[in-house]
T-cell receptor
Framework: GESVGLHLPTLSVQEGDNSIINCAYSNSASDYFIWYKQESGKGPQFIIDIRSNMDKRQGQRVTVLLNKTVKHLSLQIAATQPGDSAVYFCAESLQAGNMLTFGGGTRLMVKP | DAMVIQNPRYQVTQFGKPVTLSCSQTLNHNVMYWYQQKSSQAPKLLFHYYDKDFNNEADTPDNFQSRRPNTSFCFLDIRSPGLGDAAMYLC????????????FGQGTRLTVV
């Protein structure tokens, strides 16, 4: 899959602050969106997903927002912790479990 | 509980010497994927199996092959590794239509010397 676009390759935040990572996707037919966290030397780890019939979904300290009008996806992390430091990838697909198209990734750095 | 298991985690191979990476899954997912990931880049899909059907990406070099002997196992064969093949290789699995996310293994870091 080719990349969807990410505009902020590196995001640096203070510990305890909220983080927002953004992603633009290209396929208006995509029905399923997912965020992965990838720590150094490890595989991508599922964080949260959302279907196109929703515009917001919350998990533990994380929220995903979907704006289908402008084809934009964001991941919000509340009270960012040092353990949140990683690269975050968004991905889209036609439905859950189908082939993914990845975004380019954003590196989140948390300053103590 | 590791559900997508890749072995080995680190592999060093000589230039031109065939190497095989393995992946197993305990999820009974019918789709298995192999991705190549280079530093600071998104994973790049090489190919995938939908059940027994092999699907190669158009730009995947012939140097890369795959085998899936059964539902649980999938192998990535690199016939003649070059220096440019040094990367993280990720295996992933999914089951379309069940509403669940694609899950990744921890990857194999391949070094070519």
């Amino acid at each position: 899959g080719e990349s969807v676009g990410l505009h902020l390759p590196t995001l640096s935040v203070q510990e305890g602050d909220n983080s927002i990572i953004n992603c633009a996707y290209s396929n208006s037919a995509s029905d399923y969106f997912i965020w992965y966290k990838q720590e150094s030397g490890k595989g991508p780890q599922f964080i949260i997903d959302i279907r196109s019939n929703m515009d917001k979904r919350q998990g533990q300290r994380v929220t995903v927002l979907l704006n289908k009008t402008v084809k934009h996806l964001s991941l919000q992390i509340a009270a960012t912790q040092p353990g949140d430091s990683a690269v975050y990838f968004c991905a889209e697909s036609l439905q859950a479990g189908n082939m993914l198209t990845f975004g380019g990734g954003t590196r989140l750095m948390v300053k103590p | 509980d590791a559900m997508v298991i890749q072995n080995p985690r680190y592999q060093v191979t000589q230039f031109g010497k065939p190497v095989t990476l393995s992946c197993s899954q305990t999820l009974n997912h019918n789709v298995m994927y192999w991705y190549q990931q280079k530093s600071s880049q998104a994973p790049k899909l090489l190919f995938h199996y939908y059940d027994k059907d092999f699907n190669n990406e158009a730009d995947t070099p012939d140097n890369f092959q795959s085998r899936r002997p059964n539902t649980s196992f999938c192998f990535l064969d690199i016939r003649s590794p070059g220096l440019g093949d040094a990367a993280m290789y990720l295996c992933a699995t999914s089951r379309p239509g069940r509403g669940r996310a694609t899950l990744f293994g921890q990857g194999t870091r391949l070094t070519v010397v």
